[in-house]
């Protein structure tokens, strides 16, 4: 099967049952993963280019890894080593990488928009790899899929999403693929970091930390984004800390089962208490191992291989 579109730039463009095909396709690329020789000649032929413009570990390196356990050619171009550094716009980057014909871009860009703006000019497939504070699609549905393997649904769970959500992606992401398969959602953060927007979504805003994890089934807390900050929005690390760090006492309101997620980088101590992040309910690793088989997922389907 193929998705009906030639890109994936955001989940607002898909429906649940999209959104169901990538997380089923998915769980059945994952035993690619845990063969002696982790490659299938799924995408033999194809090239897959990555174009960051932003650091990035895990999801850099998951499409990279993703691609190349599909068999694809993957080039990787360094923004920092490239025409870029000499004044070269977006529009003539990708116009020079059009010419050379590769099968799908994948770019990450700290403006909002960027993916959409190539996927209207290019030719080949474009993923969006997180643009600005819009939207990190691929994100939202490797956590989908952690969710579902632990929990074995989605619809109806209660999900508690903590931190920066005013420049988070990941939570304006995942607040929509939440909310899609049926999922309540709960968000918290300093004042200062809770758009005025939020209850228009669909979910449930409340002001304190515990009131957020009562009852969760899933707690997800997101990463301080100082990078995208023009200004200070909270009085100091250990401010923030102690009223919206998760620590183990939390975790006695939550269910008995809770799950707690993070997209990282993880700032132990400040969002989160290493004890939980290393803790037994924690899912973080689940989630960069499932990365992979996500965006395996969303690559065989929008260049349409078949899974050998």
Not at 5 to 10: N, P, W
Not at 33 to 52: A, E, M, Q, Y
Not at 203 to 215: H, I, K, P, S, W
Request: with cysteine.
């Amino acid at each position: 099967m193929e998705l009906r579109r030639k890109d994936l730039l955001g989940i607002a463009d898909l429906s649940p049952e999209e959104i169901t095909l990538i997380l089923d396709t998915a769980a059945s690329l994952k035993e690619i993963s845990t063969r002696p020789i982790k490659k299938v000649p799924t995408l033999r032929g194809k090239t897959v280019v990555t174009l960051f413009y932003e650091p990035s570990t895990r999801t850099r390196m998951s499409f990279e890894i993703a691609a190349k356990r599909l068999s694809a050619d993957t080039v990787n171009l360094t923004v920092s080593a490239s025409s870029a550094v000499k004044g070269e716009t977006l529009a003539d980057t990708a116009a020079n990488l059009q010419a050379m014909q590769p099968d799908l871009l994948i770019i990450r860009h700290q403006a909002a928009g960027a993916p959409h703006f190539l996927a209207r000019r290019l030719a080949c497939g474009v993923i969006n790899a997180g643009d600005g504070m819009h939207e990190h699609p691929t994100q939202a549905l490797l956590d989908l899929l952690t969710i579902r393997e632990a929990k074995g649904r989605l619809h109806g769970l209660k999900v508690a999403i903590v931190g920066d959500i005013a420049h988070s992606r990941v939570a304006r992401s995942n607040i929509q693929a939440l909310t899609k398969m049926g999922s309540q959602v709960t968000v918290t953060g300093p004042a200062t970091m809770l758009p005025p927007y939020l209850e228009t979504l669909g979910v449930r805003v409340v002001r304190t930390l515990e009131e957020a994890v009562a009852g969760a089934d899933v707690i997800m807390m997101l990463r301080i984004q100082m990078e995208r900050m023009g200004q200070m929005y909270f009085s100091t690390l250990r401010e923030y800390s102690a009223h919206f760090g998760l620590a183990p006492r939390h975790l006695a309101l939550a269910q008995k089962d809770v799950i707690i997620m993070h997209p990282g980088p993880i700032n132990r101590g400040v969002e989160i208490s290493p004890e939980v992040a290393d803790g037994p309910y924690s899912v973080i690793l689940d989630q960069v191992t499932n990365g992979v088989a996500v965006r395996m997922a969303v690559m065989l389907l929008l260049l349409g291989g078949e899974r050998g």
